[in-house]
């Protein structure tokens, strides 16, 4: 037979174990992570007007990063974590230029067409988003048979 005490112990932890996950669970879901805070900004951030007319790559960054931070409804509450960093990683001589006209898009899709338009690529990271030149891709042998050599 086990003992009274023994049975308290065991009763008490369980208990304990309990109430733990308990508090856990309500005091609220977990943190989101940096990288998804900085997607939900590009969701949530809308420029009301875009007028761009063959402006470098690096100028129409440099547009978007500054229209994001004036117009995020966070710059109200917090003005130091308003906007969203964006980094050039690839430069060309001469950039590719960027013309775009378009009304009250988010900064995300604003992204896309810029990306679409020169080529490049962008990346959410975990604090910035990268904007990059893909490598070129390496031409592939034709399909075929393999030819044996003597």
């Known amino acids: 037979m086990k003992s009274p005490r023994l049975l308290l112990w065991k009763t008490l932890f369980i208990t304990f174990l309990a109430l733990a996950a308990e508090i856990s669970v309500l005091s609220g879901r977990a943190e989101p992570s940096p990288h998804d805070r900085l997607v939900e900004k590009l969701k949530i951030i809308r ?48 950039p590719p230029t960027v013309t775009l006209s378009v009304r009250n898009l988010n900064v995300g899709t604003l992204l896309v067409f810029i990306s679409e338009l020169t080529g490049y690529v962008y990346e959410v990271r975990e604090q910035a988003v990268v904007i990059r030149k893909l490598p070129p891709k390496k ?12």
């Not at 031409?139 to 003597?150: D, I, R, S």
Request: proline share 10%.
């Open 47 to 94: 420029i009301p007007e875009v007028e761009i007319v063959e402006a470098s790559l690096p100028e129409a960054l440099e547009f978007l990063r500054v229209a994001a931070r004036k117009h995020d409804p966070e710059a109200v509450t917090n003005p130091r974590r308003a906007g969203v960093n964006i980094v050039l990683l690839t430069r060309e001589n001469p």
């Open 139 to 150: 031409k592939q042998q034709a399909a075929g048979p393999l030819l044996e050599t003597e």
